[in-house]
């Protein structure tokens, strides 16, 4: 007969516990269908199921070790795909702070990112070449600009722009020269605002001269009046140029004060060495005559003894030849042809030596103060020259003080460097014993102070002097290699110092121990 089973069921018994039962049953055989019979199996739910929960975790388990592997494997995947993408990105990273020098590594894994990491080396590559090229011309810039600065800092001449008549730009030169204290003090400002106002319509002129790009002007003389009030003697030249923000004007400005000064220490020396050379002609052919007219009355002298009246007029002539003769030595001092005696002595000694003298010439309301220099050097020329100018420069001195005053005898050692000597153009750089000169009197105006070395010049009243004193020291500071300077300012004294040659190893060689008068 036929044999089947039944399907399993979870039974719960009265006492709780939980049961799977299982039926199988047969109807019998064909020859035998009364023989049939039927099996019931029960158990309980754990012992029935443990194989199936074996299994289960058995499973759980080998899939959670593929679910890892699948994990990982997509991990090491993506990490493999990706690590040209981070070489990419790291080097947009570095481009975007200015690294130029970077380099993506090629990949072949994918033809779409080789190609992208390819275009982006080549942009890279560009990208560097330009940045080295615009390096190369910003380093060669800053070069030409350092050069520019260095060169319009330390330039002696003052460069100024001008800009729709403002100053747009001033360097270092500029801002001295005109007296302020910083370049802002400038730009801004009208250029006229720098100048003399008598310099006011020439400075137009040439702006509007220059009204073409190129045009340059010649150059002129015109005076910057600073803030302090003070004004300088340029020499200004211009041209005129275009920019990308328009038209404008360079102007250069040069200091001529110094060139000034010694341009009228020239002439003065020139028209001081003129008027020797005919004075000292005119004195030579004169003192020849008065030679004649001196020796004539002597012998006249002689014969008029017994005649009163005679001999008086001729003692008159007498005396007024020999003042003729005293004259005319002047005039050979100032023209530099007297004869001299140089000895090597003590200017120290001598100026105590003639100070005795000078107080019972100059008075008591004179009072002489002496500020000797220790150890001063033994001066080389003519002592009696020496004493004969300082008696004349004390009684010069006694003559701007008539109220009386103080009248200061210095001496000390001075060297006059080079600059001094470019700025005097007479004197020798070197070592010189110096006598000052000094008085508390009047002084004399800046505009006559050119003149006092000029024979028959001077400051005194008519018939109260010659005007040959100061003539005759300078022709015997001159004609003993010396040098003497006027210093004065009216209302408060005149100082006057004479330089003579200091006593060289030669002088003490031929044995010219110091001497004094």
């Known amino acids: 007969g036929a044999i089947g089973t039944g399907p399993g069921a979870i039974e719960t018994w009265p006492d709780g516990r939980r049961y799977v039962t299982a039926s199988s049953r047969s109807e019998g055989y064909r020859f035998y269908p009364g023989l049939g019979w039927q099996a019931v199996v029960r158990q309980p739910v754990e012992v029935a199921f443990a194989p199936v929960r074996a299994i289960q975790r058995e499973l759980a388990l080998v899939g959670g070790v593929l679910a890892a592997l699948l994990v990982g494997m997509g991990w090491l995947l993506a990490a493999w795909i990706a690590q040209p993408l981070r070489a990419v990105a790291a ?64 330039m002696q001449d003052a460069l100024i722009v001008n800009k729709g008549g403002r100053i747009a730009f001033a360097n270092q030169a500029g801002v001295s020269l005109c007296g302020v204290g910083d370049v ?6 009208s250029p006229f605002e720098l100048f003399h106002a008598e310099d006011h319509v020439t400075i137009g002129e040439r702006i509007q001269a220059m009204q073409a790009a190129g045009t340059r002007v010649p150059p ?29 004007i360079l102007v250069m400005l040069r200091d ?22 005919l004075t000292g002609g005119m004195a030579h052919d004169f003192n020849n005559l008065l030679a004649v007219v001196v020796g004539n009355l002597d012998l006249l002298e002689a014969k008029l003894e017994g005649d009163p009246d005679a001999r008086e007029l001729s003692d008159t002539a007498l005396q007024a030849a020999l003042r003729g003769a005293e004259l005319t030595r002047q005039l050979l001092a100032f023209s530099r042809r007297q004869v001299l005696e140089p000895k090597v002595f003590d200017l120290n000694r001598m100026v105590r030596e003639t100070t005795h003298l000078l107080r019972r010439t100059l008075g008591e309301r004179i009072v002489i103060r002496l500020q000797l220099a220790e150890a001063l050097w033994p001066a080389t020329a003519d002592p009696g020259q020496v004493e004969s100018a300082l008696v004349n420069l004390a009684i010069n001195a006694r003559d701007a003080m008539p109220a009386g005053g103080q009248l200061t005898i210095e001496t000390g050692n001075k060297h006059l460097d ?13 070592d010189y014993v110096m006598v000052a ?34 003539a005759m020291i300078y022709g015997f500071a001159k004609q003993s290699r010396g040098h003497v300077k006027i210093y004065s300012e009216p209302g408060h004294g005149t100082t006057v110092r004479l330089y003579l040659p200091r006593a060289g190893a030669a002088d003490a060689a031929a044995g010219m121990a110091p001497t004094a008068v």
């Open 91 to 154: 080097a947009a990273d570095r481009l975007r702070v200015g690294d130029g020098g970077v380099a993506i590594p090629a990949s072949h894994r994918f033809a779409e990112l080789a190609t992208l990491t390819g275009s982006l080396q080549s942009l890279v590559d560009e990208l560097a070449r330009k940045e080295d090229a615009i390096r190369v011309r910003a380093e060669e810039a800053e070069r030409r600009q350092r050069f520019l600065d260095a060169i319009l800092t330390n």
């Open 184 to 189: 802002s003090d400038l730009v801004g400002r």
């Open 220 to 248: 002129v003389e015109l005076r910057v009046v600073r803030p302090d009030g003070g004004t300088v003697a340029v020499e200004s030249t211009a041209i005129s140029y275009a920019d990308d923000t328009g038209p404008a």
């Open 256 to 277: 001529i004060t110094a060139r000034k000064q010694t341009e009228r220490q020239l002439q003065h020396a020139q028209r001081l060495e003129a008027v020797g050379q």
């Open 418 to 430: 080079e600059q001094y000597a470019a700025e005097n153009i007479e004197v020798m750089p070197g």
């Open 437 to 470: 000169v000094s008085d508390t009197g009047t002084g004399i105006p800046p505009e006559v102070l050119d003149r006092v070395f000029e024979p028959f010049f001077t400051t005194k009243a008519d018939g109260k002097g010659s005007g040959l004193g100061l």
